[in-house]
C-alpha cells in the first residue's frame, strides 16, 4: 500500500524557517517525481515545487522561488521542503504527492502556520 | 504560466442527477489534464488524468472528455458520497490547478 506521511509541520513566526519531511513507503520511491502541494484554509490548491526521480530537474512556484527548497533522499525513501524567510500567506496544509499519471497519491497534509 | 478556469463555482444538484463540471485553459494543455475531488478534511483523490483516463478505483459513473483549451469533467447520476469539491490540474508546463467547483446538495 502507497503511504506518504509528512512531518515538520508546526507554528513559525514570519520570517522564519521550517523543515518539512515525507516518508513514503510502498512503492520505489527513487522512481517517481514528487511533488509539495499547499492549501491555505479554506482555499484552493496551490502547487509549490516538485522534483525529478533523481533530482535532476527541479521546479518551483514562483510565490516560492528563491525561499524554498525542495530536495529527496532515495536511500531514505524521503523528501523535503525547506522554508525560509516565511510569510504569512504561507500559512497552509502541505501536501506530499506522487507524480504518476496525475498526483495519483497524496499524503494527509502537514499544517504550517506563519504568525507572530 | 497557464491559468485554469472553472465554471460554475458552485453546482446544486439533487441525488441521481447529472453533473457537468466545465475547465478551461488559458493555452493548449494538449490532453496534460487531471481531475481530483476533495473532501472536507482530506487530502485531494485522483479520479481522471490525461483528460479522460479514470484512476485506479474510480467509479465508471466518472468520465472526463476534452483536449487543448476545453475540458469537462461528467458526474453521469450523483450519489451522497459524491458532494465534494472538484478540482482540475495541467501538467503541460508547471503545474497548476483551477480554482475548483463545488458540488452540493439541493
Known amino acids: 500500500e502507497v503511504q506518504l506521511v509528512e512531518s515538520g509541520g508546526g507554528l513559525v513566526k514570519p520570517g522564519g524557517s521550517l523543515r518539512l519531511s515525507c516518508a513514503a513507503s510502498g512503492f520505489t520511491f527513487s522512481s517517481y517525481s514528487m511533488n509539495w502541494v499547499r492549501q491555505a484554509p479554506g482555499k484552493g490548491l496551490e502547487w509549490v515545487s516538485s522534483i525529478s526521480s533523481s533530482s535532476s530537474y527541479i521546479y518551483y512556484a514562483d510565490s516560492v522561488k528563491g525561499r524554498f527548497t525542495i530536495s529527496r533522499d532515495n536511500a531514505k525513501n524521503s523528501l523535503y521542503l525547506q522554508m525560509n524567510s516565511l510569510r504569512a500567506e504561507d500559512t497552509a496544509v502541505y501536501y506530499c504527492?506522487?507524480?504518476?499519471?496525475?498526483?495519483?497519491?497524496w499524503g494527509q497534509g502537514t499544517l504550517v502556520t506563519v504568525s507572530s | 504560466e497557464i491559468v485554469l478556469t472553472q465554471s460554475p463555482a458552485t453546482l446544486s444538484l439533487s441525488p441521481g442527477e447529472r453533473a457537468t463540471l466545465s475547465c478551461r485553459a488559458s493555452?493548449?494543455?494538449?490532453?496534460?489534464l487531471a481531475w481530483y475531488q476533495q473532501k472536507p478534511g482530506q487530502a485531494p483523490r485522483l479520479l481522471i488524468y490525461?483528460?479522460?483516463n479514470r484512476a485506479t478505483g474510480i467509479p465508471a459513473r466518472f468520465s472526463g472528455s476534452g483536449s487543448g483549451t476545453d475540458f469537462t469533467l461528467t458526474i453521469s447520476s450523483l450519489q451522497s458520497e459524491d458532494f465534494a469539491v472538484y478540482y482540475c490540474q495541467q501538467r503541460s508546463n508547471w503545474p497548476s490547478f483551477g480554482p475548483g467547483t463545488k458540488v452540493d446538495i439541493k
Open positions: 490525461d483528460a479522460s
Open positions: 493555452q493548449s494543455v494538449s490532453s496534460y
Open positions: 504527492a506522487r507524480e504518476g499519471s496525475g498526483i495519483d497519491y
